[in-house]
């Protein structure tokens, strides 16, 4: 406390002060540095001007000399004008929904790329006039799901299931068992979503038993259609009876199976884990599903079924409201026709493997004087996939306050900020090797490195 007020009413200190305030350099005269004319080409004005503000305050409070502040500002400059921060998943949630669900493959990040500017999703080049709006992408989900007549694709398989609501059971009822009526996350229902579209939810069954004569004795004149929903996030065990959409194709009515998690055909990691193709031979009309789950792509929501059917939901006009865009197309397409998604590759990646990264850079950490060391887990699907299934994974092992500083990610790449996300368990930071394509290896362990000298 004293020597606080002596720092202030030091004279010579406060003179000093003074005389850096005098020296930083203003601002029109920093922007003027070809960096950052350059910079404002690539990131706008207002960053750079930013920028450039904090480098001065530096100057003016005393932690960088008055001469260092355009170098400063370049320092400082953030790697692109998104603040969204690319993270490395070491969580062992292979689908982390607040990480943005599924990494999009190679290919379609270059397919992204292509389709950022002009290009002819709804044009057709040969004849020079309007094509049918995402017809390449629409005729690769079709080549994926050869039971479906017909396919659309709208924003999110939540927009799949207000789409089939309103389209075909607004003012009707909707039959769906007690055991299905799942929250998505968030706090979002899906019976509230259901309702919302003016349609009425006619219950049946109890939590853990529903049989299909349950369906049948509740069919009546307005019954739109049968809802089965898939416990994507939760699993009811013990004394349990679900219906099968192979008993709900047979009541007279339309079945439309909301499967979630988006695996078009059936994978062997995943035996109980629906999909749409299956879905489909075994009955039902049709198929909602979220495009940036299991599928591995972007956020969407895929729209499988009968001609008829699909073909109501795409003349409604809140289709309009629903549609995707450019990238949404172009991303989708390339996962569908693309070499194996991440998340495909995550799920079948070898436990052995994992093992021999982890110890690997363990070790190499280790020799560095870091409190690393391999260990064995147990990673999981998520994001509203395979509930309760685990995967024999991997992981380095770190003193948890590394947490905080892997998460802020600033050392790994100066001016292109990427951040390590792992879970603390027991007393220790794990970065799991699951979700982690193995050429991200060595960049965190330059982030170990980074936070643990910092
Ligand atoms: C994830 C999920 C949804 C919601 O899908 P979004 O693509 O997130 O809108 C709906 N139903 C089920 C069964 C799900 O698993």
Redesign the pocket.
């Known amino acids: 406390m004293v020597a606080l007020v002596e720092t202030w009413d030091d004279p010579r200190r406060r003179a000093g002060a003074d005389e850096a305030r005098r020296l930083v350099p203003r601002t029109d005269v920093v922007l003027a540095d070809p960096r950052l004319v350059t910079a404002q080409q690539r990131l706008g004005r207002d960053l750079v001007k930013d920028a450039v503000s904090r480098a001065q305050e530096a100057a003016r409070a005393g932690r960088i000399p008055p001469g260092a502040v355009a170098d400063a500002a370049v320092a400082g400059l953030p790697a692109r004008s998104t603040t969204l921060i690319p993270v490395i998943n070491a969580t062992g949630v292979l689908l982390h929904t607040n990480l943005g669900r599924a990494p999009l493959s190679a290919a379609a990040r270059d397919a992204l790329q292509a389709a950022a500017g002009c290009t002819d999703v709804e044009f057709d080049l040969s004849v020079g006039a309007r094509g049918r709006r995402g017809r390449g992408t629409l005729a690769a989900l079709a080549a994926a799901v050869p039971a479906a007549e017909a396919v659309a694709v709208v924003n ?6 207000v789409l089939a609501a309103t389209s075909l059971a607004s003012g009707k009822e909707i039959v769906v068992s007690r055991g299905e009526l ?1 929250e ?1 996350g968030d706090g979002f229902r ?1 019976p509230d979503l259901l309702e919302s579209t003016g349609a009425r939810l006619r219950e049946v069954g109890t939590t853990n038993r529903t049989t299909a004569a349950d369906y049948r004795d509740a069919i009546g004149p307005d019954t739109a259609f049968l809802l089965k ?5 939760y699993r009811i065990e013990g004394f349990t009876a679900e219906t099968t959409i192979a008993e709900l194709a047979g009541l007279g009515v339309p079945v439309v199976a ?4 988006g695996l078009l055909a059936p994978n062997a990691v995943l035996p109980d884990e629906p999909d749409a193709d299956s879905a489909l031979r075994a009955g039902a009309n049709l198929v ?1 599903a ?4 299991l599928l591995g792509g972007p ?3 895929l729209l499988l079924g009968s001609g008829e059917l699909v073909r109501r939901l795409t003349r409604h006009p809140l289709a309009r409201a629903l549609r995707v865009d450019k990238l949404t197309l172009a991303a989708l397409e390339a996962t569908l026709a693309g070499p194996l998604a991440p998340v495909a590759a995550a799920l079948t990646a070898d436990a052995n493997s994992l093992k021999q990264r982890a110890e690997r850079m363990a070790s190499q950490l280790a020799a560095l004087g870091i409190d690393a060391r391999a260990q064995t887990t147990q990673a999981a699907v998520g ?3 395979a509930p309760g299934v685990t995967l024999p994974s991997a992981a380095i092992s770190l003193p948890p306050e590394l947490a905080a500083v892997l998460r802020a990610g600033e050392p790994v790449r100066r001016g292109d900020a990427i951040a390590v996300v792992g879970r603390v368990a027991s007393g220790r930071l794990l970065l799991d090797l699951r979700a982690v394509p193995a050429q991200d290896d060595e960049l965190i362990s330059a982030a170990v490195i980074a936070a643990a000298s910092g």
């Open positions: 999110n398989n939540a927009a799949a299931v799942i998505i899906l929903v898939h416990t994507s996030n909301d499967i979630g998690s909602t979220s495009g940036d789950k956020q969407a929501g994001g509203g996939g």
